[in-house]
């Protein structure tokens, strides 16, 4: 494997309390220096703007007006890279960001852009963190609960930039049989060669208030990997040098494959 996507959901960059998470922030940024310096190409797919914003103002529910999470995404972007820049910088990793929306995507001529600014950034051995441009992108924001906080575009990301692994952080250990929080009886699947109908009725929604997709729109990330004939490993983020096992092969979280 030598070029990784790894998304980062919201609710491993952020504590219960509303605060950021600085030391999951610090150990990914760790994490992921470490494989650029084994020679690998890596993109971040990072949510947690609005979850930021939220923090500063202190808010402790996400307001219902798609304008005041376009504003709290647009101060927690900010800070978000703010942190990230610090914390990569600490290990001597350059980063950069990329802002997306579907439509850039959409067009041919932005998408080349896209493309050839990030296969410029990899070359020069810098990591880009994207995430979907909050700001202008209404209608993500509106389907927030159907398009999921950036597991979709991770997966874009990973198809359009021909990943060998797309790494899908969360926090849970994978994909059970059911919700593990409504079903105590629920299993791990360690390894899913489809995502049927079946699948997606075991999937249910977010489980915290900054958890956002929930398992559905991971699912749909994840058959959009396997069209391709990709590989998409969905672990557990509360330690992201949970990185570090997936690349040496052990078996953590859900491999689809
Ligand atoms: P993130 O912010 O990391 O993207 P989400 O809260 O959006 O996380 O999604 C993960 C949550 O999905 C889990 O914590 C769990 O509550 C819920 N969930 C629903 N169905 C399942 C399932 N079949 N397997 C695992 N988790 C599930």
Known sequence: VSRIVVKIGTSSLMHGNGKLNLQAIDQLSYTLTGLVNEGKQVILV?????????????????????????????????????????????????????LLTHDVLDYP???????????????????????????????????RTTFGDNDKLSAIVAVRSHADLLIMLSDIDGFYTGNPHQDPQAKLIKELHQVTADSLKRAGGAGTIFGTGGMATKLTAAADILKHKQMMVLANGANPSIIFNIMNGEEVGTLFI
Request: proline share 2%; charged share 20%; net charge negative.
């Open 109 to 143: 001529q932005s998408r080349e852009y896209v493309h050839n600014t990030m296969e410029q950034l990899l070359d020069w051995g810098v990591i880009p963190v994207v995430n979907e441009n909050d700001t202008v992108a209404v209608d993500e924001l509106d389907h």
């Open 46 to 98: 990072s949510s947690g703007a609005i979850g930021a914003g939220m923090g500063q103002l202190g808010l402790t529910e996400r307001p219902e007006q798609i304008q005041k999470q376009q504003a709290l995404a647009s101060i927690g972007q900010s800070e978000l890279m703010t942190v990230y820049q610090q914390r990569f910088a600490a290990y001597g990793q350059r980063i950069s960001q990329v």
